[in-house]
């Protein structure tokens, strides 16, 4: 079982950046790609960003795509999620989870994840 906890969420206003993190308890963290998703209320839960296990390949939602970056440090066991030119629309609860995968370049962008964080709370105000 992989454990997840996000932070670095607030309030931030239009034009700004933010920075989340996620911190996963878990052995070979490098085999597992990682995702963020965000929620807004009365809204479907949203893909944001997938990093592969390796941390080489990574994909975006269309909506934040030129705008946020992801990367993960394998030895502390920590993903990132930079988010630049925040946008009222990108005010949601964010989410990190987790796969197992079999090879370190996979992406996913889909279904089929197995463990997520609790959330962090991001509002852009305007």
């Known amino acids: 079982q992989v454990q997840l906890v996000e932070s670095g969420g607030g309030l931030v206003q239009a034009g700004g950046s933010l920075t989340l993190s996620c911190a996963a308890s878990g052995r070979t963290f490098s085999n597992y790609v990682m995702g963020w998703f965000r929620q807004a209320p009365g809204k479907k839960r949203e893909f944001v960003a997938t990093i592969s296990g390796s941390g080489y390949r990574a994909f975006f939602a269309d909506s934040v795509k030129g705008r946020f970056s992801v990367s993960r440090d394998n030895t502390l066991n920590t993903v990132s999620l930079q988010m630049n030119s925040l946008k009222p629309e990108d005010t949601a609860l964010y989410y990190c989870?987790?796969?197992?995968?079999?090879?370190?370049?996979?992406?996913?962008?889909?279904?089929?994840?197995?463990?997520w964080g609790q959330g962090t709370q991001v509002t852009v105000s305007s």
């Open positions: 989870a987790a796969k197992l995968m079999l090879q370190e370049s996979t992406v996913l962008i889909g279904g089929g994840y197995e463990y």
